[in-house]
């Protein structure tokens, strides 16, 4: 048995033990607040639709999770013309420092979140674009400020979307826009991320212009992440962060709306950033293709398709002129060639 005294020098070494461990938990605990107080603002811009009516839960959640984030930063809750008193109902369970902007009516993904872009602070340096059914951690949106901060040729990040059992974690196109496995260039770069939850460089979407106004939904952060390629940026998603997103899409998926949605916007895109050589042999090739899926996939035809693939055309046909000066715009920003993103594997022929 131990003496007295053998007790009180255990004691004694005990309580300085545990004294040294709090003072390097202490000084641990300091570094990693000063490392977040030295980030930058941000700002998280909600996009709302009908979302107490569709997902309650999540756009609770969605919105906590924003709020919960302890960095500096500003929470923009953009509505898209709501009808369910969205607005109302956030307004009233959290009190604290929200903006809002209320839009007349649903402008879809792009013009949303671009109204939404234009309230946030000069001094913001990151813009988060999340979706209302989408949950998050703060720890995943202090990671990619950091990682935004480390790498300054990355103008978009993304994080992995765990949707319906699976991650999804960006894309990566071939030049008729079809989903296609990189070769060539090491992750985490990716043409695209998904658009449920990403962080843009403010700076970069001023020059960007923005999501493109005339994408209502449908590959609107393809067209943006695509633009920023071209612009000289990069696109980077880091599968290691990951958030959660639990959809109940307005639209279903074989909707004709969203079918024509799906194929005028790859046209569109196409138009803007192809040079005339590529223009010329893949936008023709990929509307027949289009075509014969239409008929020779029995899925495809009963989404109607084949009427999307003319109606697609016809609204070309009908704003050419819009469409030709959006080209012309984009042209502009352009760095690079597409043939310079095949060759760093960005695109696939």
Not at 18 to 44: C, D, E, H, Q, T
Not at 82 to 110: A, H, W
Not at 215 to 238: H, N, P, S, T
Request: charged fraction near 25%; glycine fraction near 4%.
């Amino acid at each position: 048995m131990r003496t007295f005294n053998e007790w009180m020098e255990f004691s004694c070494a005990r309580q300085a033990f545990g004294s040294f461990i709090n003072i390097v938990m202490r000084f641990y605990l300091m570094k990693a607040v000063s490392k977040s107080a030295n980030l930058p603002k941000i700002s998280i811009l909600i996009l709302n639709h009908n979302g107490l009516a569709q997902n309650k839960e999540m756009l609770v959640q969605c919105v906590m999770d924003a709020l919960s984030v302890k960095l500096n930063k500003e929470i923009i809750f953009v509505d898209n013309g709501s009808t369910d008193g969205s607005v109302e109902f956030v307004k009233q369970n959290f009190p604290r420092e929200i903006l809002y902007v209320c839009l007349k009516q649903n402008m879809g993904y792009s013009q949303g979140m671009n109204e939404g872009a234009k309230h946030a602070s000069q001094n913001s340096k990151y813009l988060f674009f999340v979706n209302n059914d989408v949950s998050f951690s703060e720890k995943v949106v202090e990671h990619m400020v950091k990682t935004l901060e480390e790498h300054e040729d990355v103008a978009i990040l993304g994080a992995g979307i765990w949707h319906r059992d699976r991650v999804f974690v960006g894309s990566f196109f071939d030049l008729r826009l079809t989903h296609h496995t990189p070769k060539g260039l090491r992750p985490p770069y990716c043409v695209t991320a998904v658009e449920n939850f990403i962080a843009v460089r403010s700076s970069v979407f001023n020059i960007l212009g923005g999501f493109e106004p005339n994408i209502f939904q449908v590959y609107d952060e393809a067209d943006l992440c695509l633009r920023a390629w071209l612009a000289g940026y990069k696109v980077m998603c880091d599968p290691r962060l990951i958030v959660y997103h639990r959809h109940k899409l307005p639209i279903k998926r074989n909707n004709p709306i969203r079918v024509f949605r799906f194929m005028r916007n790859k046209y569109l895109i196409m138009i803007k950033y192809y040079e005339p050589i590529y223009l010329i042999v893949y936008l023709p090739l990929k509307i027949l293709t289009d075509i014969w899926w239409s008929v020779a996939n029995p899925r495809w035809r009963r989404r109607r398709s084949i009427i999307m693939v003319f109606r697609s055309i016809f609204d070309l046909v009908s704003n050419l002129r819009t469409y030709y000066e959006r080209r012309i715009k984009s042209q502009k920003l352009k760095r690079k060639k597409i043939k310079d993103l095949i060759k760093i594997g960005v695109l696939k022929l």
